[in-house]
């Protein structure tokens, strides 16, 4: 992070630099340093409260996609059900109106 010295005005890399490289001044008290380690923590944190509510919201859809399927699953079963039924009921009256023709 780039910061300005309050002593002199020079340009701080805080990256690679532990004091100003002009005038040899301190800035670990320096406010505009604080503020924007307070903005990068704060900013570490909401990204990772985003990072959290995106799974919960991940999560949330394949839940309902897992109750829709199950959902779509028993209505099925349900179909095939009735159709079976049906199906045995016309052999069953195809049977009893042979028996009675034949």
Same mark, same amino acid.
């Given at each position: 992070?780039?910061?300005?010295?309050?002593?002199?005005?020079?340009?701080?890399?805080? =990256? /690679?630099?532990?004091?100003?490289?002009?005038?040899?001044?301190?800035?670990?008290?320096?406010?505009? &340093? /604080?503020?924007?380690? /307070?903005?990068?923590?704060?900013?570490?944190?909401?990204? =990772?409260?985003?990072?959290?509510?995106?799974?919960?919201?991940?999560?949330?859809?394949? /839940?309902?996609?897992?109750?829709?399927?199950?959902?779509?699953?028993?209505?099925?079963?349900?179909?095939?059900?009735?159709?079976? &039924?049906? &199906?045995?009921?016309?052999?069953?009256?195809?049977?009893?109106?042979?028996?009675?023709?034949?």
């Amino acid at each position: 992070m780039k910061i300005y010295c309050d002593y002199c005005g020079t340009q701080i890399d805080t =990256d /690679k630099d532990i004091t100003c490289p002009h005038c040899g001044a301190a800035y670990a008290d320096d406010d505009e &340093l /604080k503020t924007e380690q /307070k903005r990068q923590e704060r900013q570490l944190l909401l990204g =990772d409260l985003d990072e959290k509510m995106h799974r919960i919201q991940e999560q949330e859809i394949m /839940k309902e996609f897992e109750k829709h399927r199950k959902e779509k699953n028993l209505e099925l079963i349900g179909k095939v059900i009735v159709g079976a &039924l049906s &199906l045995g009921l016309a052999i069953y009256v195809m049977c009893k109106i042979g028996a009675i023709l034949g």
